[in-house]
Nanobody, 125 residues
Framework: QVQLVESGGGLLQSGGSLRLSCAAS????????MAWFRQAPGKERELVAA????????DYSDSVTCRFTISRDNAKNTVYLQMNSPKNEDKAVYYC??????????????????WGQGTQVTVSS
């Protein structure tokens, strides 16, 4: 089992940056792909970024490519989302998720069965 706790949410100002963190408990963190999803009011949850178990492969949604960076530190059981060049549409609750299968491929995109409670990001122009 994997338990996830997000932190780092808050106000993201125009031209600024924010880094979200997701701390995982459980010994299987380093063998699972991880992802950040977000859900804005009235919209469906969407995948923002994903990273494979080793950290060598990443995927991004078109809306955040070249602005957000996902990374992980397997020694610290933590995955990060660096958010730069914010846009209004980045305002959402951000969720960390862990893949169901260990040592899985990124293609096709894995299923995620473990979720954090979410952290709110607000954008100020």
């Amino acid at each position: 089992q994997v338990q996830l706790v997000e932190s780092g949410g808050g106000l993201l100002q125009s031209g600024g940056s924010l880094r979200l963190s997701c701390a995982a408990s459980g010994r299987s963190f380093s063998s699972r792909a991880m992802a950040w999803f977000r859900q804005a009011p009235g919209k469906e949850r969407e995948l923002v970024a994903a990273i494979n178990w080793s950290g060598l492969s990443t995927d991004y949604s078109d809306s955040v490519t070249c602005r957000f960076t996902i990374s992980r530190d397997n020694a610290k059981n933590t995955v990060y989302l660096q958010m730069n060049s914010p846009k209004n549409e980045d305002k959402a609750v951000y969720y960390c998720a862990a893949a169901t299968i260990q040592y899985g491929s990124m293609q096709p995109p894995p299923a995620y069965d473990y979720w954090g409670q979410g952290t709110q990001v607000t954008v100020s122009s």
